[in-house]
């Protein structure tokens, strides 16, 4: 039984403003419940059709089927008080009762013969009905509505004290294990490490993420396909010629700078690494931060597993995250020393097997005839290159045709061999990152851990024995609410017992 506070709508003594929403949110919180009874005060003063808490009852209880009002004061406006509660005009269908409440100093004894004595000889209130009369009437109402109301929801009751039962015992099930000696964790913490190997393996290696169906942040292979086709697009565009007003100037005086005692017709080798130069140094910084940036990425996917795996013993996860962050800064080192190697290899050196190199290289030449013929007709300021777009060549009259003619080779010469450069450091890049991910993976995570770990005397095994505050909790409010469901449940079989007994 709850005594719910009146009903108030104007705030008094420092009352909140919205002192009348927060108490009407109270009561309907405890009379919505279909298995309460709503026990509906009323003072026999006042109009029913007009009271706040009539109003209210009314909407959770529209058959008034759980509702029974409790008349007050009967003593105090005894005039009509019959028509009032036999009329019903507000649907109360648990009907009325009629009391008189205790005054003063009264015992309960002497205020039921008071009460008794009022509707037995008072000219009017005598004649309401003496099963609509009285605390005693009232208390007897009571227990046969609550005994109905239970006979009625024990079913219900019964079958979700046994859905919340299966629920805290299958939660209980899927805790982790108390673990009790050294070697039960140190297996514990093998099985840690060997599901999230497994887990990285498809992840990260066979890109399946079934495990994590709405993270798409752990969709690894469609990530590092982004972050690739990004890496080549910001290669292209980083170091795109100007086609504009510096067509073609860098060559020409790299070529002046190369000049030397030699047969005019013959293009200087070092004219062409020095233009390869320039241009990988130009680009040199980006392969290196986007293997910085795939190595970040992959750090956060195998922390957020292991992580996930470990969640349920806090101090595995402290020491996991450190020897994480430390095996994945060696992973950067050797990408980096390795990108490092590989610009120097692009920068200092110039070869391909590719014949697409011969085939470009060819096309674009094909095309030289047409701009000489442009340059000598002075009226021409732009000319379409297939291959590379439309280039200015106004500031390119004044040179002599031998310088142009070989400048143009070199130019030609470069574009079609850049494509194979920036083709090879995304390439190599992609291979290297997936085989080094592949043995991340598959060997050296595993290895580093387990020897880091198992190695050192920091306690980190040893630490798994003990529950950290949050999983004992949870442990024992479990426990704590299987006992009392259980009990519950007994205790309502033995209800149920007696009840078919007694029909």
């Known amino acids: 039984m709850v005594d719910l506070p009146g009903i108030t709508r104007v705030p008094v003594h420092g009352q909140p403003e919205n002192i009348y929403e927060q108490i009407a949110d109270i009561i309907m919180e405890y009379i919505r ?5 709503i026990l509906n005060v009323l003072s026999a003063t006042v109009d029913f059709t007009t009271c706040e808490s009539i109003r209210m009852s009314q909407k959770v209880d529209k058959n008034g089927e759980r509702t029974l009002a409790v008349v007050t004061k009967a003593d105090r406006a005894p005039e009509g008080l019959l028509e009032k509660v036999t009329a019903d005009d507000v649907n109360i269908g648990l009907g009325y009762v009629c009391v008189r ?28 009905d003496k099963s609509m009369v009285g605390i005693p009437v009232l208390a007897q109402k009571l227990v046969h509505i609550q005994a109905t109301i239970i006979a009625r929801c024990l079913p219900e009751i019964v079958s979700k004290i046994n859905e919340k039962l299966n629920t805290s015992i299958s939660e209980l099930k899927r805790m982790p294990k108390t673990l009790s000696t050294v070697g039960e964790a140190l297996a514990t913490f093998m099985g840690i490490v060997g599901s999230a190997k497994e887990s990285l393996n498809k992840i990260i290696v066979r890109g399946e993420y079934d495990e994590y169906l709405d993270d798409q942040n752990m969709h690894c292979a469609a990530r590092l396909v982004e972050m690739l086709n990004q890496y080549s697009g910001e290669l292209q565009q980083f170091s795109a010629d100007d086609l504009t007003g510096n067509f073609m100037t860098s060559e020409i005086q790299v070529l002046e700078e190369s000049k030397r005692i030699q047969l005019q017709n013959f293009l200087p080798r070092t004219a062409f690494l020095a233009i390869l130069q320039k241009k990988v140094e130009k680009v040199s910084h980006i392969p290196v931060d986007f293997a910085e940036k795939v190595w970040t990425y992959i750090e956060g996917v195998i922390m957020s597993v292991l992580m996930h795996r470990s969640e349920n013993y806090h101090q595995l996860q ?23 190697e590989i610009v120097q290899m692009e920068r200092l050196t110039d070869y391909t097997s590719d014949p697409a190199y011969l085939n470009d290289w060819n096309g674009l030449m094909a095309q030289q005839q047409k701009f000489m013929d442009a340059l000598e007709n002075r009226y021409v300021i732009a000319l379409q290159i297939e291959g590379l777009g439309e280039v200015a060549i106004a500031g390119l009259m004044a040179y002599e045709k031998p310088v142009l003619v070989q400048a143009f080779d070199l130019k030609m010469r470069m574009t079609a061999y850049w494509k194979i450069v920036l083709r090879r450091l995304v390439d190599t890049m992609a291979l290297h990152l997936q085989f080094c991910a592949r043995n991340l993976v598959n060997k050296e995570m595993e290895e580093e851990i387990v020897k880091e770990l198992v190695g050192r005397h920091d306690g980190a095994i040893e630490g798994m024995l003990e529950e950290s ?7 024992e409010r479990l426990n704590v609410s299987i006992k009392v469901l259980s009990e519950s449940k007994n205790v309502l079989a033995n209800i149920m017992d007696k009840m078919a007994t007694n029909i």
């Open 318 to 340: 402290l020491s996991t995250r450190r020897e994480v962050y430390n095996l994945m800064e060696k992973m950067k080192e050797r990408s980096r020393n390795w990108v490092t």
């Open 33 to 37: 419940p279909e298995e309460s009874i």
């Open 101 to 128: 409440n205790r005054i003063g100093d009264e015992s309960y004894k002497e205020a039921r013969k008071v009460e008794a004595d009022l509707f037995e000889t008072h000219s009017l209130l005598s004649k309401i």
């Open 469 to 475: 505050p949050a999983v004992a909790a949870k442990r």
